[in-house]
């Protein structure tokens, strides 16, 4: 059983940084994975997702320049290093990843396994 647990998220002011992280059991970091988050009252959203043994990276536009997406195959955990956080980054923060598949995808419904998310919020 893949197991996702999600850690690092808090309250910072406007401009603050973060780093969350996700610890995956029983998986093969070597596939698509991603961050994803939702705030109350909107869709889940894609911020950054990760493939090719973590050499392939890509962010939603809102986030490009201050999120960064890695992985550390030897702690078997994913990263989201957050910078110039704005009030409008606030939400749950999820990783979650794929089944084995040859391509990688932004759309939530495509990853099997997600984590129980981590709150972020930015206040101004």
């Known amino acids: 059983q893949v197991q996702l647990v999600e850690a690092g998220g808090g309250s910072v002011q406007d401009g603050g940084s973060l780093r969350l992280s996700c610890v995956v059991s029983?998986?093969?970091?070597?596939?698509?994975m991603g961050w994803f988050r939702q705030a109350p009252g909107k869709e889940r959203e894609g911020v950054a997702i990760?493939?090719?043994?973590?050499?392939?990276?890509d962010y939603a536009d809102s986030v490009k320049g201050r999120f960064t997406i890695s992985q550390d195959n030897s702690k078997n955990t994913l990263y989201l290093e957050m910078n110039s956080l704005k009030p409008e980054d606030t939400a749950m923060y999820y990783c979650?990843?794929?089944?084995?598949?040859?391509?990688?995808?932004?759309?939530?419904?495509?990853?099997?396994?997600w984590g129980q998310g981590t709150q972020v919020t930015v206040s101004s």
């Open positions: 990760i493939y090719n043994g973590g050499a392939s990276t």
């Open positions: 029983t998986y093969n970091l070597n596939r698509c």
């Open positions: 979650a990843a794929r089944r084995p598949s040859v391509y990688c995808t932004w759309s939530a419904a495509e990853y099997s396994y």
